[in-house]
């Protein structure tokens, strides 16, 4: 079930005064279908409605319902047919409803999409996108609040995308269907509706002008005393945190991984050379997470440069909790707080 | 390939071929073709006119195969009552969920009748596996409201004791119940007890792999399991045609050796009796059997919906004139089984089961969040431990940083 409130469609103006995290997606969508003919979007309610989240607003009827429709009630369906379209010449952008409602594809995913390039020694490219709503913070009920991401990012073969603001979700859904390798793309829901004063032609010029940085992080704020690696969802606490420190005195750098595969170590490992000291913060329960990688990675390769342990700020690790508990989830600001302010200043 | 991979343990298998197939058997004890016995009648089983009045006998939609007695008045006296329940259950949570004070409501508004007989075609021992629409089945079942909607207010997610009342967990990942159902039934037979399950799930869900997964293993090992579809035409906005190209959904269960029939989701009359008597040959025969209604949601999918996108008012404003509520209403009248005494007793139900909704729904009950930790496992591992105590001690910083606030203000007073 939908729980997340209703909100207006993407705006279809060429300039639209303030663009959302969905509209941005939306109209990559629409580019996509308007530069190559192989690209079909597929998936439960995506035609009629224009998707619980309305991100495929409109494009049955501006593309056509052979190149934008509804699939009967079926994940592993949608994601078990994607495989044979790309096998076959197509480039299927499919969605998941939902972050838990992905696991039926599960399957699908990990056994033949990862694979298939490796299993036939190259011979095959699976160009699949699989967007996914996902992430907490919305009021939703169980199933809807999952961070799956780890699941996929622990399955090699598949690039793992999480866009934390508007212009990477424009970007970055384009660079993720353009791809020759299957990409699981996340959209944080609770950024959905979140802006940003963008043109979307020069957003499309900027794509279009060939210029790639595929697999690059990015330094979100700059700072000098203690780096916090974060992406997607978390991305705004993050800066919030950042800011709130800074009235401390405490200057906080903000890395904005955006892409966990291929993930970009130097940017990384740059940052946390500069500052000394290095914060994760995921929403995703930590124990075996992505956070882990990045803490275990920063370890190995930053090691002399630290002054004080690695640290993690992420969920509990327990299974998403109710809405009315989930704000005791979450990773807040104080929380990073906290941590920064035990991160050994003393010496 | 090594024996020990394909053979399997436990369950007790039917013997490959019997002299007769089971539906061979079934069919001939009651005198019929193996098709009358598998096949839907050629309708929907219907008794109640939209307008209420009895249909004649030949028009009912029944046959041989397809008899269903009408259960007796007392029965539906009580049928009614709790479909005015759920109906006022209903409208009562949709207001809520206006109001702020659900997290989601997805209401079962136009489907009650639906609802209602998928509890009471059940007896104690048998079990309910509902899913997130099914809540009125779940009240009728005999779960506390306030304890089913503890879920929906955002408190936790499930409010009731699944073994205490034979009803699962309402299920949200399509068709993952009708296992479960599948599964609760096979112990059952195991362990020797008299159960009937029924498992519940829409028209959409019957695309998932899981829905023909159950109904196969119902079937190979012989399990009474009655799969009760409420084909309501729509999975949010996909319209069944987008999930089916069966004749109905009842066909379904033909191919997988399980007799299947449709009835008229908005006639409790047709209902109760079309479901007790698969109840009834489930639990007789050990067999399952698929049920689909022929139904209407008349809200949209939840609060977060706009279903103008997919469906026209006129389809809408057609299906309230097919109501459940003043259908039965009618009938019961007519024939004089609902007087006036009788018709102000359940208004005084319906308006004491709103009212504590109302006074539950509206009560700040905020749930601990240390909980959160109590029931991953049997015990918190260390971690879990460890983490418990982090909250805690935010939770203690936050609450003495409130005193110290409140202190402060009234020193500046
Ligand atoms: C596995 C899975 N996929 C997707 C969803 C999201 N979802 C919730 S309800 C629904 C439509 C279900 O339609 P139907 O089975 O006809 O039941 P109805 O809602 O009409 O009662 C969808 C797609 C889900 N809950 N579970
Ligand atoms: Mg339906």
Redesign the pocket.
């Known amino acids: 079930?939908t729980t997340v409130t209703e909100t207006k469609p993407a705006a279809q103006s060429a300039k639209p005064a303030k663009l959302t995290f969905a509209g941005a997606l939306n109209a990559a969508l629409a580019h996509s279908l308007e530069a190559r003919q192989d690209v079909v979007v597929f998936g439960?309610?995506v035609g009629t409605l224009g998707g619980v989240f309305r991100v495929t607003d409109g494009l049955a009827a501006r593309y056509g319902t052979d190149r934008c429709f509804d699939t009967p009630?079926a994940?592993s369906g949608i994601m078990g047919t994607a495989v044979g379209m790309a096998l076959n010449g197509m480039r299927p952008v499919v969605e998941m409803?939902?972050d838990a409602?992905a696991y039926?594809a599960f399957e699908q995913v990990a056994s033949h999409l990862a694979k298939m390039h490796n299993r036939t020694r190259g011979r095959v490219e699976l160009p699949v996108a699989v967007r996914i709503p996902y992430g907490g913070g919305v009021g939703g009920v169980e199933?809807h609040c999952d961070s799956s991401e780890g699941y996929y990012a622990h399955t090699p073969g598949l690039k793992v995308y999480v866009p934390g603001t508007v212009e990477d979700a424009y970007l970055m859904l384009r660079e993720a269907i353009d791809s020759p390798d299957p990409v699981v793309f996340f959209e944080p829901k609770k950024l959905y509706w979140s802006k940003a004063d963008l043109d979307l032609e020069d957003l499309r010029a900027t794509y279009e002008s060939g210029e790639r940085r595929e697999g690059s992080a990015v330094v979100a704020r700059q700072g000098t005393d203690v780096t916090l690696v974060t992406y997607g969802p978390s991305l705004p606490t993050a800066l919030k945190a950042a800011e709130a420190a800074a009235e401390d005195g405490v200057s906080v750098e903000v890395v904005d991984l955006r892409s966990i595969v291929p993930l970009d170590d130097d940017t990384v490992c740059a940052s946390v050379e500069k500052t000394g000291r290095a914060l994760v913060v995921a929403e995703a329960q930590g124990f075996a997470s992505v956070a882990s990688e990045l803490v275990a990675r920063i370890q190995e390769r930053c090691f002399h440069s630290l002054a004080s342990p690695v640290r993690r700020v992420t969920g509990f690790d327990i299974p998403y909790p109710a809405p009315k508990l989930e704000e005791h989830h979450l990773p807040s600001v104080d929380r990073i707080l906290d941590v920064i302010d035990d991160m050994q200043w003393e010496d | 390939m090594s024996e020990s991979i394909d053979t399997p343990v436990g369950p007790p298998i039917p013997p490959a071929r019997q002299e007769l197939t089971l539906v061979e058997r079934v069919s001939s004890q009651m005198g019929i073709s193996p098709e009358d016995y598998m096949l839907p009648a050629e309708r929907e089983i219907r008794m109640l006119s939209p307008e209420g009045t009895l249909l004649p006998a030949e028009q009912q939609g029944t046959g041989p195969g397809h008899e269903y007695p009408i259960p007796s008045d007392e029965v539906l006296l009580e049928a009614y009552e709790r479909l005015m329940v759920g109906r006022r259950v209903n409208d009562q949570n949709t207001a809520l969920v206006r109001q702020g004070r659900l997290a989601v409501y997805?209401s079962s508004h136009g489907q009650e009748a639906c609802q209602v007989a998928a509890a009471m075609c059940l007896e104690d021992n048998d079990w309910l596996f509902p899913?997130y629409?099914d809540t009125v089945a779940v009240i009728s079942k005999g779960v506390d409201p306030l304890d089913v909607m503890v879920s929906f207010r955002g408190d936790w997610h499930c409010g009731y004791d699944p073994k205490e009342h034979k009803t699962a967990a309402q299920a949200?990942?399509?068709t993952t119940q009708l296992l479960h159902a599948v599964g609760a039934a096979h112990a059952a037979v195991l362990r020797g007890e008299d159960t009937v399950v029924l498992a519940m799930?829409?028209?959409?869900?019957t695309s998932?792999g899981d829905f023909h997964e159950a109904l196969n293993f119902a079937a190979v090992f012989r399990l009474p399991v009655v799969f009760f579809v409420?084909n309501?035409g729509?999975?949010?906005s996909v319209p069944l045609a987008r999930q089916s190209a069966a004749p109905t959904l009842a066909h379904k269960a033909v191919g997988y050796g399980m007799a299947g029939e449709r009835v008229d989701g908005n006639d409790l009359v047709a209902l109760m009796a079309a479901l007790r008597r698969a109840v009834d040959l489930a639990r007789t025969e050990r067999i399952p059997l698929l049920v689909e209604a022929h139904t209407y949601?008349m809200q949209a999918?939840t609060n977060a919906d706009d279903d103008t996108r997919y469906r026209e008012r006129e389809e809408v404003k057609e299906w309230a004139a097919k109501d459940p509520v003043l259908r039965m209403e009618t009938y019961l009248r007519d024939k004089g089984v609902l007087d006036e005494a009788a018709a102000a007793r359940v208004s005084e139900h319906c308006e004491t089961v709103a009212a504590s909704l109302r006074d539950a729904m509206n009560a700040d009950v905020n749930p601990d969040p240390l909980e959160m930790f109590d029931h991953v496992f049997s015990e918190p591992t260390q971690q879990l431990r460890e983490q418990r105590d982090w909250l805690a001690e935010e939770l203690a910083a936050e609450a003495a940083e409130g005193r110290a606030d409140q202190a402060a203000k009234e020193g500046a007073r």
Request: with cysteine; net charge negative.
């Open positions: 079930m439960e309610d009630l994940e409803q939902f409602f039926p199933h | 997805p899913t629409r949200t990942p399509l799930c829409g028209d959409g869900a998932e409420q309501n729509y999975a949010i949601r999918h």
